[in-house]
Every structure is written in structure tokens, then in C-alpha cells.
């Protein structure tokens, strides 16, 4: 199936499962959170995925010294993201999860400008409508479409806590394609996973020596597992795969799919079904894919 497709679509189907399985990262996350201590749940989650990486790495395009020629480049790339996740759930101890998804929507038009920035992607004028489109929707699904919900929106210190990490998140996606030396998707992303393991095993070691593992609620383990399979493993390959064919702007326009995946991952868990005025924003954040989508 993906034999037919060009590069730029595949780098937009892979895109499409990222937004999928971040999603659920969101709806079991909010489970987990209140057990544990964000910087040891991250510890854990890097060590089981870049083990599931790197097996992954050896089985397929194998694992070469000169992927590891210049290790800085991992050094930047692990810790940027190892920022994001920490910041991320040191941001939720204080900032209500409805203000912190709409700082997330924010990384798009962040990704945008470091696009230009280290790889001087230019964004036109239909990535630009898109863009604000794209946002515009999410923050309609965000706030339940209830206008008064999105002018009550006040920014506190977990706002912007959380607001530094998605900046170290967009800047990733091109920092990407720019510190690429033609390593294979797989490889690279093992390579920052081993880096942002001992950036945050540093870090948080304390942390991780202070958790009481073995009391740790079955929610809690369910949810890792989850976050070190398909939202680690599994969506770092995909981001790394699609930012080598795709434009940052374009990369992170994907996470204003989130939102309404969040929306199917609570009907599937909780029941839980959104007002019908929602939808209408999900109809613009799919307008805003399909302006992308279009060479």
C-alpha cells in the first residue's frame, strides 16, 4: 500500500497515526498522573521505548558506528524532548488540562518559525490560512464550543511552564531534518532516545529511587506501557519519518488533530459524547488538513 504513495503523502499518513496515538497518551495519561512523579514516569518510559527502538533498529536497517558519528546532535534532540515531556507534566500540576490544550495549539505556528529559522522553510499564504484555520478548530473542540469557556482562559504558572515545553517540541520537528545525516528513521530516533535517557535519568534519579514501583496502581503500568509503545516508540519513528519529508509548519499542523482524537479516545473509554456544536470544529481542523495536504 505505501509503495504507491509519494513521499510527502506517506510523511502525512504517518503524521495521521502520530495524532492518533498521542491522543490516547492524553486520555490514560490523566489516569496516571496523580500516582507518580512526572520525571520517573519519563525515565521509564524512554528506557522501554528506545529498547523497543533499538531492537526494531537491529531487525531492519541495523545499526551502524557512523550513526553515531557527531553524538551531539542526539544530545540536543533527546533533551529537547525530554524537556517537553517533563515540562508537560510539571505544567499539569497547576495549569487545568482545557488551558494547557490550547498552549499545546500554539506549536504549530511555533514549528513554523523555526522552520524558517534553521532550514528557511517559508510559510505561504495557504499554510498561513490553513494554520489559523487549523487553530481556530481546535480551540473550538478544546472549549466544547463554549465561547465563554475561551474568554475565561487565564494564563498561570503551569501555562506557562507547559508553554516552554512545547517550544522545546517545535523546535525539535525541524531541528530534525536539519541535524540528519542520512541516517535511517529508526536509527536516529534511537540514537535521541538514548540521549534524552540520560539527560533525564540524571535529572530525575532521585525520583526514580524515591517511587515505591511495586505499590503502583495497575492504571499506572497500563499507561506506561501505552506511552512507551505507541507514544514514544512507535510516534518517534513517525515524527521522525514524516519531518524528513514534510515542512515543520506542515509536521506539527497535525497536532490540531489531537483534540478531536481525544474526543473519540473519551467516547471509547468513558462514554463521554461532545456537544454536536463540537463538531464543528473538528470539520475545520479537517479543512485546515486538506489546505495542507494540497501541493
Known sequence: MLEGLCQPARGHLAMLAFSALVAGSFSLGVLAAPHIDPGALSVVRFVLAGVLVGAAALATTGIRRQAFAAPWRYLIL???????????????????????????????LMAAGFGWLTLRQRLTGRMAVALAIGGLGALWVIFRADPSALLALQIGRGEAVYFVG????????????????????????????????????????????????????????????YVAVAASAMTFVLLQYATLRLPAAKVMAYTYLVPSWVILWEIVLNGATPPGLVLVGVALTVLALALLLKE
Open 78 to 108: 533527546g533533551g529537547l524532548l525530554a524537556s517537553y515531556f517533563v515540562l508537560m507534566f510539571e505544567g499539569l500540576k497547576t495549569a487545568p488540562p482545557v488551558s494547557a490544550a490550547a498552549v499545546f495549539t500554539l506549536t504549530p
Open 166 to 225: 512545547c517550544v522545546a517540541h517545535a523546535a525539535y520537528a525541524p531541528l530534525v531534518r536539519r541535524l540528519n545525516r542520512g541516517e535511517p528513521a529508526v536509527v536516529f530516533t534511537f540514537g535521541m532516545m538514548v540521549a534524552g535517557t540520560v539527560l533525564l535519568a540524571l535529572y530525575a534519579w532521585p525520583a526514580v529511587l524515591a517511587t515505591d514501583w511495586a505499590a503502583l496502581p495497575r492504571i499506572v503500568w497500563v499507561t506506561l506501557v
